[in-house]
């Protein structure tokens, strides 16, 4: 990282509001005890579904935006949500991969809309979402690189310069990506496949450690050479 310059990066929220403000919290103790000149939060998507508070992630992270230094990356969960939006005959896709938890959070129920029709549902859901939160979410990129690293929430296609991946592989990727040991440029750090603790490997850094389920919400602190860890789960600053 260039010098004067802390990242911290975290990993896949998915509705729970209170890990994300624990994390937060952690976040700015550290901060307290090793002030540096600049310190960027750059979240790596899937701020929705699974876990029950989806609304109060997006709330905690505008807040957070006002006073904090923020890059907010789109994840394959973020990218229904706004399917759903644009196309509200699809929402269907979109409550398979557990957007009724999401729903909830707004106040509505899969019984919601004018009709029986699904695509009732998706325009209910439209007229239920903040303004704000809706320009947040159009306003997610799709990837973040700085120093020597890039940051995306899936990862990326193996071959393909860094800066001409495709917004699918960004979003969905997996094995193949997951698989490969090559060099990809920079070393990635993403998020999408739950592991039960950072994974870092030589070339890529995965930081999705299913916080909906385990409770353990994590950011990769990205110094200079120094890679650190925080978690809601230890609460520690600790080696990566």
């Known amino acids: 990282m260039p010098d004067g310059l802390r990242i911290y990066a975290i990993g896949d929220v998915h509705g729970r509001a209170d890990l994300l403000e624990r994390l937060f919290g952690l976040i700015d103790a ?69 957007g009724v938890e999401t729903l909830a959070s707004y106040g509505l129920t899969s019984a919601d809309g004018a009709g029986s029709k699904l695509s009732d549902l998706g325009r209910a859901f439209a007229a239920a979402l903040p303004a704000e939160h809706l320009e947040f979410f159009r306003g997610l990129k799709l990837s973040f690189s700085c120093g020597d690293f890039f940051f995306a ?73 120094d890679l650190r860890l925080i978690d809601t789960a230890t609460a520690a600053l600790r080696a990566a």
């Not at 904090?68 to 399917?83: C, I, Y």
């Not at 979003?171 to 496949?193: A, E, P, S």
């Not at 994974?199 to 200079?224: C, F, H």
């Open 153 to 225: 929430h899936a990862g990326v296609r193996p071959g393909i310069d860094l800066d001409r991946q495709s917004e699918k592989d960004l979003l969905w990727i997996r094995q193949d990506f997951l698989r490969h040991d090559g060099d990809f440029g920079k070393v990635i750090v993403h998020g999408h496949t739950p592991v039960r603790d950072v994974e870092r490997r030589r070339n890529r850094i995965g930081i999705d450690t299913a916080a909906y389920a385990t409770g353990k919400l994590t950011a990769l602190v990205i110094e200079g050479n």
């Open 30 to 98: 550290d901060l307290a005890r090793r002030p540096t000149p600049r310190a960027l939060h750059v979240m790596l998507g899937d701020y929705v579904d699974r876990g029950p508070a989806s609304r109060a992630v997006i709330d905690a992270i505008l807040a957070r935006a006002k006073c904090r230094e923020l890059v907010a990356l789109k994840g394959n969960h973020d990218a229904l949500l706004l399917q759903a939006l644009d196309e509200p005959t699809s929402i269907g896709d979109w409550l398979l991969m557990h």
